[in-house]
């Protein structure tokens, strides 16, 4: 299959370097703090120009749906997946998983996408894509964090949907500091509701989008896309990484 790249952005907007305050905000930073930062662009790629992604990667990809262990029992993992890596890196493995790694040659088509999240992400440098696809709202991820040691102490995820929304939490992992009974003289009930709006994001993320994680946020957030019984349709997610 051969067809173009276009990202919306592109199209619409003659900076190509958007910040939050133009453009209707299409391209929006968020400040975690500790040295942690999202960034999310709702209209990543152009509406049609998705559709046909999703079409490819839908009947192209070689889709499985693994067995993985999770707290010492074996399950089916909720969602279909397959990696793309570049020759020679370390074996990915996650929760008793090891997926069989496919080249950049053999789908020849991601290397556009890669080429177009490179453009968009200047310094940034992905050599493994891990693909998901949820088949309806009983598809998910729970809670976890990136943070394997392959990706580095400060891992940089581009993540970018297609098909139908999902939505897609992320929460501050617990400290020290907040499970003590009292912390400058104030109840930690207390605190925990002037910290909660700062400790808890949550995105929809749109058909074509992009969602970056950076920095700290694999150390110090974890984040889901739960189960939602409207959610009817098929999700595919593209998450490119690189490993050391």
């Excluded at 262990?69 to 008793?96: I, K, M, N």
């Excluded at 139908?164 to 617990?174: I, S, T, Y």
């Amino acid at each position: 299959m051969n067809f173009k790249f276009k990202a919306e952005s592109k199209s619409t907007n003659p900076n190509p370097n958007p910040n939050p305050s133009n453009e209707g905000g299409k391209r929006q930073s968020i400040d975690l703090g500790n040295g942690s930062d999202l960034i999310y662009i709702p209209r990543f790629l152009a509406f049609e120009e998705s559709w046909k992604w999703f079409d490819y990667l839908n009947k192209e990809i070689p889709w499985t749906r693994p067995t993985i262990r999770v707290f010492g029992r074996s399950c089916v993992q909720p969602r279909d997946t397959c990696y793309v890596a570049s020759v020679g890196l370390p074996e990915l493995s996650y929760s008793g998983y090891q997926p069989h790694a496919y080249t950049w040659d053999d789908y020849p088509p991601l290397k556009d996408i890669l080429d177009a999240v490179h453009k968009a992400l200047p310094g940034s440098s992905f050599n493994s894509l891990l693909l998901n696809r949820y088949k309806g709202g009983n598809d998910y991820v729970g809670w976890h964090s990136d943070d394997e040691k392959l990706y580095g102490s400060t891992p940089e995820i581009a993540s970018i949907s297609f098909g139908c929304e999902r939505e897609f939490f992320l929460k501050k992992k617990p400290s020290k500091v907040s499970q003590d009974s009292r912390s400058n003289g104030e109840p930690v009930n207390k605190r925990a509701k002037k910290s909660s709006s700062v400790d808890h994001h949550s995105f929809t993320l749109k058909h074509g989008s992009m969602l970056v994680m950076r920095g700290y946020t694999q150390r110090d957030w974890v984040h889901s896309v739960p189960k939602r019984a409207k959610a009817d349709a098929t999700r595919i997610n593209l998450t490119f990484r690189h490993v050391i």
